[in-house]
């Protein structure tokens, strides 16, 4: 199994560059990975589902108007994920919540629909998508010397943040050694198209992923150490990012306002609705 040439870690981190003149009007990295940070906190930290409701619309708009995500890539991604569990959530916590006092909507058999049951179900999903959906937008819209920038900034250190920045090439890098694992074994005469034959070659497939992975982030931990990335100051970065006192000003008052809203909900001064008041019946 061939592996990657040595000096491809740092092609994929200065590989974006060339589309400097699209990033010129974004945030600079740094106060994206903040605000993706307080987004999450905002989902899981506050009870009410207007929060990831909030967050997933808010999201839905900057995919619409970004420049670098497409509205069809991420909708799929996120639909893919979300649709199901959906499905799951309404089946086992909608129609069969085990509470014996409940709010009846709908009975059928063994089958109810309750208010308590369907309000688990809505603001367990709202949080998954939002997740699902603050994620994709971020992974579909960053590339590896955007995210190995924005964690420079925030003072990773450089070892740290370029492993964590090579792992975004590192998942074309697992379909293209899959694709040729299947090939390699398909032109033995394994039977490729079957999933049987698949799931029986899954282990080997699973135990050569894992082998060129290593190898991969070893030299291009490599390539880190010769190229002198991690002697350079946290405020060096691969490309030409907008950035001034406003978005640095922005990038500390976020996670305040963030913790201190969270604060505010566990001290009882934020009176957030519920799913199950909004539902109605509780």
Known sequence: MSSASPDSGLRDLEASTVEADRTSSRLHPATELVILACGL???????SPIVPAAVLTGTIVTVVNSRTV?????????GILCLPTLLVLIIVQGLFYPGVEVHVLWEAGPARLSVEGLSIAVQIWLRVSALIGLCALFGLGADSARLFDGLRRLRLPA????????????IPLIGARTREIIDA???????????????????????????A???????RHDVLEQSGLNMGPTTASLQDHRDGTGQRVLRILTPLVTLGLIAASVAGLLPLPETSHLIGGA
Do not use: E
């Open 213 to 219: 992975i290593l190898i991969t982030v070893d030299q």
């Open 70 to 78: 497409r509205l069809r890539s991420w909708s799929l991604a996120v």
């Open 185 to 211: 074994r398909k032109a033995r005469g394994w039977a490729t198209d079957r999933w049987t034959v698949r799931m029986r070659l899954l282990p080997g497939i699973v135990v050569g992923l894992i082998t």
């Open 159 to 170: 070892g740290l943040a370029y492993v964590c920045a090579s792992a975004i090439g590192l």
């Open 41 to 47: 906190l905002l989902i899981f930290g506050l009870p």
